[in-house]
C-alpha cells in the first residue's frame, strides 16, 4: 500500500498562505526529494494551477537551485481532483467521481507513496483518515491573516512525531503519523 503524505509550509499562527514563505535552497530540496519520494502527486484545483504556473515553464529569473524542485514536480505523475477543470495535462489526469474511494484505489496500487499539498483538498483527505504522514514546515512569523491549516476539521487527529528537521532562517519541518495508525519509518 502506498502511503498518502502531506506536507505544508505553516506560520506560527498556522497561516497556510504560500505567499509569507522565505524561498530557500534548503527548503526547495527538501521538497524536490520529498516529491520524488512518491509516484505521484494528488492536488486539488487551486494547488495544481498555481504549481503549473509557476514550475511548469520557470522563470528565466529563477535562481539555478530551484531547477531540481521543478524538475521533480514536472516529471511526476499528477492526479487533480476538480469539479471545475475539463482537462489538464503536464502529465496530469483529472479524478472525477468520488474522492474517497479514487484516493483508495491510488492508495492500494504498488508503489512508493503519494504526496499532496495546498489546504483544502487535505482538509477532506484529513477528515476521511486518509492522511498516513503529515509535514509541517514551520516558519518563524506571524502572519496575522490569511487561510489557517486545517480550519473546519470535523474531529481531532492525534499525531505521534517521527522526525524533526532544521532548515536555514529558522524553520522547522516535523513529520508525524496518526497515533493510532504509525506508518513504517
Known amino acids: 500500500m502506498r502511503p498518502l503524505r ?10 497556510v498562505d504560500h505567499n509569507f514563505a522565505r524561498p530557500s535552497e534548503d527548503l526547495h530540496l527538501h521538497a524536490a526529494q520529498s516529491i ?3 509516484d505521484a502527486l494528488l492536488f486539488g484545483r487551486t ?17 539555478e537551485w530551484t531547477a531540481p524542485f521543478a ?29 474517497e474511494e479514487t484516493v483508495r ?3 492500494n496500487e504498488p508503489g512508493n507513496g503519494i504526496f499532496t499539498g495546498g489546504a483544502q483538498l487535505p482538509l477532506a ?9 503529515y509535514e509541517f514546515i514551520v516558519h518563524p512569523v ?33 513529520r508525524y503519523v496518526p497515533a493510532d495508525q504509525p506508518l513504517s519509518r
Open 105 to 107: 484505489r491510488l492508495k
Open 71 to 99: 524538475q521533480s514536480i514536472s516529471e511526476s505523475r499528477k492526479y487533480v481532483v476538480t469539479s471545475t477543470l475539463t482537462s489538464v495535462d503536464w502529465n496530469a489526469e483529472i479524478v472525477d467521481g468520488d474522492i
Open 125 to 133: 483527505l484529513a477528515d476521511m483518515g486518509l492522511i498516513d504522514e
Open 36 to 38: 520524488a519520494r512518491a
Open 47 to 63: 494547488t495544481y494551477e498555481m504549481m503549473e504556473s509557476a514550475w511548469r515553464r520557470p522563470s528565466p529569473d529563477m535562481p
Open 142 to 174: 506571524v502572519v496575522g491573516r490569511g487561510p489557517t491549516l486545517f480550519a473546519g476539521l470535523a474531529e481531532r487527529v492525534e499525531l505521534e512525531l517521527v522526525g524533526r528537521e532544521e532548515f536555514s532562517h529558522g524553520v522547522v519541518a516535523s
Open 6 to 15: 502531506y506536507s505544508i509550509n505553516v506560520s506560527l499562527d498556522g497561516c
